[in-house]
Each structure stands twice: as structure tokens, then as C-alpha cells.
């Protein structure tokens, strides 16, 4: 089990996983990126959709608002488990309910550790990178998450509201070893 940049070679397993979000019922607000994608573009031309995201490490054909981002995937025994980003640097949108990690287990493989893995793996990448203390949020509905940040070091800081969907953000806190 290991964290890769997103890569063409896992398309298969990546398309999968995006289909399980789509139908997830079980978090769909902390999956929405998964619910945007287009099954058939992505049949079609993985390749770019790979290059689009790793141009985000550099800050390059990023949404507005958005602040660079490196993406990685967890995979074990070449299958597509999940994806966290790392966001270099905090806007007032992510000090506020984004943080600097998002990350997300394919449905089929929730309640295995990969969570935990994910996380614990990306807050070895956000060292290397040079930060030093993580905010990572999860909805105060999703018990999982906040399982797996407390588990990994997280401090709870606060609880805020997120006009954007409704469900109040947990503001958790990891200072990096």
C-alpha cells in the first residue's frame, strides 16, 4: 500500500471507484468532486484528466479560489483505493472548512484502515513539503473521519457552520512530528 501520483495505470480501477461514488448514499456531500466527473470523458481521454492534476501541484489551470494542490492516490496491489490533496497554503475558504487535506476512500473499501493509511501517509508527504501543522475538516456527521483524525494526532479546535451545504465543518488541527 503506497501513495502515487495519479497515473494512466490505474484507470481502470479509478473509473470504478468514481461509479461507487456516484452512487454512494452514505457520505455524498464529502464526495462531490467524484459526482462532477463525466464517466464517458474520462473513458475516453484519462490521460488528460491525469495531466490536469498534477498541473495543480504547480498551480496551473486551477479553478478560481483554488490554491495549489498535490494530488496523490492510494493504491494497494495496483488498485485505485483513494485520493487526498494537499493544499501548499490556506485562502480564507479552506482556514475556514477546507484545511489543507481532503481525502476520500472508495465506498467497497471503506471500514478496512485505508482511511487511517491515507491520512497518515499524506501527513508524511505535507512534511516533506514543508509544512508543519495540518487543519484537516470533516462534517460533523461523518463519525468515520473524525475517527481517523483523532487517530492521527488531530486536536479539535472548533465546529463551524458551512453555508455551502448545511452540515456544520469539525476544525481539526495535526502538528507534524
Known amino acids: 500500500m503506497k ?43 484519462f490521460g488528460s484528466f491525469v495531466q490536469r492534476l498534477l498541473k ?30 494537499i493544499r501548499r497554503r490556506l485562502n480564507d475558504h479552506l482556514r475556514q472548512i477546507g484545511g489543507h487535506i481532503g481525502y476520500a476512500v472508495r465506498p467497497s473499501r471503506r471500514r478496512r484502515g485505508y482511511g487511517e493509511k491515507i491520512l497518515e501517509l499524506a501527513l508524511r508527504k505535507a512534511r516533506e513539503l514543508g509544512i508543519q501543522r495540518i487543519l484537516v475538516t470533516c462534517d460533523v456527521t461523518n463519525a468515520p473521519s473524525q475517527k481517523i483524525i483523532a487517530k492521527n494526532g488531530g486536536v479539535l479546535e472548533n465546529q463551524v457552520p458551512n453555508p455551502e451545504t448545511g452540515v456544520d465543518k469539525l476544525r481539526y488541527w495535526i502538528a507534524i512530528k
Open 3 to 45: 501513495l502515487v501520483l495519479p497515473a494512466a495505470e490505474y484507470k481502470d480501477s479509478f473509473i470504478e471507484a468514481v461509479k461507487e461514488f456516484q452512487k454512494d448514499t452514505e457520505f455524498p456531500l464529502g464526495t462531490g468532486w467524484y459526482h462532477d466527473l463525466s464517466l464517458p470523458e474520462l473513458e475516453k481521454d
Open 56 to 85: 495543480q501541484s504547480e498551480g496551473k489551470d486551477l479553478p478560481r479560489g483554488f490554491v495549489p494542490q498535490d494530488n496523490f492516490w492510494l493504491v494497494d496491489e495496483g488498485e485505485f483505493i483513494g485520493a487526498i490533496r
